[in-house]
């Protein structure tokens, strides 16, 4: 089914119309060819890797290489998923203080404290739960085992980090699947995999969503 | 006769926008000043017309876009449109 762009649907989605709405079980499926991707971009290099070996151990050396690279591609998918949430580098905006306030009256004291020290909103949906950051989102699916990284933003110049958050925020109260739908998904899989790549405070926030996933 | 006493102010209601600022108050009106109102109407309108969209919160996690000024709602926000990085 396209993209829904009637009353209480983003009116974003109309840019990406022919997308399918997410919903549980699109994100299901999707889970499950990012991880039949994965397999087949790692696979044949392990199983070439050992056939080698077993044929001829003088090629050991090669075989090491061909494991190195298979799992190069399982890091740089994951570092992928994790640039999502990274911080740009850059002086802090003037106008961040006052972003900031509008930002934390849209959420309660627990989240206010976790974004003071993550730079990252958590917020409970119906598809999961939901980490919010200022060009990028991640989703921690229930069970709180799979992870789903949206690489989503306001294409605006200057506006200080925590408004693109409060954007963000509000879009995805708005209408969860359409902003699952919107947004570009750059990794989906174990979380454990993203979380070895993403920088420590974000790490603190995807354990505290992973959680909160499990004790739904 | 002189009037009741008001029990309460009427609350303010605000529209702000996020921009380059943090954010800006657009218009301010309370529920008995229909000239405030006509105004924040106005605003209202001329913000969308700009590209922006109008939510108010409608609960816990939850959010409303919304194409007309809803007088009663004590916050409006206007936002810009999010795309897929």
Redesign the interface.
């Known amino acids: 089914m396209p993209a829904d762009t009637s009353a ?1 649907g ?3 989605l109309a ?2 119309y022919w997308r399918p709405r997410a919903s549980n079980r699109t994100l299901t499926h999707t889970g499950r060819l990012w991880t039949l991707s994965t397999a087949a971009h790692t696979v044949p290099f392990v199983v070439a890797a050992g056939v080698l070996a077993w044929l001829k151990p003088v090629l050991a050396p090669i075989s090491l290489v061909l494991l190195v690279h298979a799992w190069a591609i399982l890091e740089l998918y994951a570092a992928r998923g994790a640039n ?1 949430v990274r911080r740009p580098l850059r002086g802090e905006h003037r ?8 930002l934390g ?2 959420v309660d004291r627990g989240v206010r404290d976790l974004h003071a020290r993550t730079r990252l909103v958590l ?3 119906r598809l999961g739960t939901w980490l919010v950051g200022e ?2 989102a991640l989703l921690v699916r229930p069970g709180g085992r799979r992870v789903h990284c ?7 110049p ?3 980090p ?2 693109r958050t ?3 925020l ?2 995805l ?3 969860e699947a359409g ?1 699952a739908t ?3 998904l750059a990794f989906s899989g174990a979380t454990w995999r993203l979380r070895r790549r993403l920088p420590a405070p974000a790490r603190q926030a995807l354990e505290a969503a992973a959680q909160r996933t499990r004790s739904v | 006769m002189e009037p009741a006493p008001r029990l309460q102010e009427a609350q303010v209601s605000r529209l ?1 926008r ?6 800006t108050t657009v218009a301010e009106w309370t529920a008995d000043d229909p000239s405030a109102i006509e105004v924040a109407i106005a605003a209202f309108r001329a913000e969308l017309d700009q590209g922006y ?1 109008a ?1 108010v ?2 609960g816990e ?5 919304v194409r007309d000024l809803p007088v009663d709602a004590s ?1 409006v ?1 206007l ?7």
């Open positions: 209480g983003l009116p974003e840019a990406v999502v106008a961040e203080p006052v972003a900031l306030g509008l009256d849209l917020e409970r949906g060009r990028g949206y690489c989503v933003k306001v294409p605006e200057d506006l200080p925590s408004d409060a954007h963000l509000l879009a109260r708005t209408d902003f919107v947004a570009n | 702000v996020m921009d380059q600022t943090g954010h969209f939510v919160s409608a996690g939850q959010a409303e876009q916050l926000i936002r810009r449109p999010i795309a897929g990085g």
